[in-house]
Nanobody, 126 residues
C-alpha cells in the first residue's frame, strides 16, 4: 500500500528557504513518478516539480514559476523525497502535497496521480 507523509512546512519571510520532505513507502523505486503539488488560498492545485525513474533513466520536471529556486531530490535508502525551496516569495504560500503514480518514465505536473499525501502548509510573509 502506497503511503505518503509530508513534513517541513513552516512560516518564513520572503527570500527565505525551506526543505519539505515526503516519506514515501509502498511503491516501486525502479519505476515511479513522484511529484510535488501546491494549492494556494482560492487557487487550483498546481504541479510544482516531479522526479521519475524508469528503465534506469531519471527525469526531472519543474514548473516555470519555480525553476531555479526549487530542487527536487530523492533518498531511496531512506524512502524520502525532498523539495528544497529557496528565494521564497509570498505567492509560494500554499499547502504542498506529494503524489505518486507510474507513468513509464513520464513526469507529469498535472493532477492525474492516484496517491496523495495529506499536505504541509508553507506560508511566506513578512
Amino acid at each position: 500500500q502506497v503511503q505518503l507523509v509530508e513534513s517541513g512546512g513552516d512560516s518564513v519571510q520572503p527570500g527565505g528557504s525551506l526543505r519539505l520532505a515526503c516519506a514515501a513507502t509502498g511503491f516501486n523505486w525502479d519505476d515511479y513518478a513522484i511529484a510535488w503539488f501546491r494549492q494556494g488560498p482560492g487557487k487550483e492545485r498546481e504541479g510544482v516539480s516531479c522526479v521519475s525513474s524508469n528503465d534506469g533513466r531519471r527525469r526531472l520536471n519543474y514548473a516555470d514559476s519555480v525553476k531555479g529556486r526549487f530542487t527536487v531530490s530523492t533518498d531511496k535508502a531512506k524512502s524520502m523525497v525532498y523539495l528544497q525551496m529557496t528565494n521564497l516569495k509570498p505567492e509560494d504560500t500554499a499547502v504542498y502535497y506529494c503524489a505518486t503514480d507510474t507513468y513509464g518514465g513520464l513526469c507529469p505536473l498535472k493532477v492525474v496521480y492516484d496517491h496523495w499525501g495529506q499536505g504541509t502548509q508553507v506560508t511566506v510573509s513578512s
